[in-house]
């Protein structure tokens, strides 16, 4: 198997480079509906299920960074999307509710994943 030329590196990189600014901006761009559309809903349900919030779970694990660094710079109802994409819910059942403690156990759980948070 030959290895890539120095240019087939740089080209993919460059197209990885692209990839990640488009992710980053179509999740920016779901983000800003979803908490539009949504701020004066009344249920975590309503939240979860607005059709931004699900684009972005639709993302699958791409969106977990992304949503991890949401979550440590402005802290908001990311939990649904982050047990729906990893299948795993690091938040022990007495902070259920509380949204302070709530980030804490998600964000140590990105830590401990290898995620910068």
């Known amino acids: 198997m030959r290895s890539k030329s120095l240019s087939q ?4 990189l460059e197209d990885s480079d692209k990839r990640d600014a488009l992710l980053k901006e179509r999740f920016r761009s779901l983000v800003e509906i ?4 949504t701020k004066f809903s009344s249920t975590a349900y309503e939240m979860a ?9 639709g993302i699958g ?4 960074p992304l949503i991890l660094h949401e979550l ?4 908001d109802h ?3 999307a ?13 902070p259920q509710g509380c949204l302070d403690k709530m980030t804490d156990a998600w964000l140590k759980w990105g830590r401990e994943h290898g995620y910068e948070c």
């Open 78 to 80: 990311w939990f649904w």
């Open 9 to 12: 590196q740089g080209a993919l």
């Open 61 to 64: 694990p791409a969106a977990i």
């Open 49 to 57: 299920m607005h059709p931004a919030y699900q684009q972005i779970i």
């Open 34 to 37: 979803w908490k539009s559309e």
């Open 82 to 94: 982050l047990r729906a994409i990893t299948g795993e819910d690091p938040i022990p059942e007495s």
């Open 72 to 75: 440590k710079t402005e802290p």
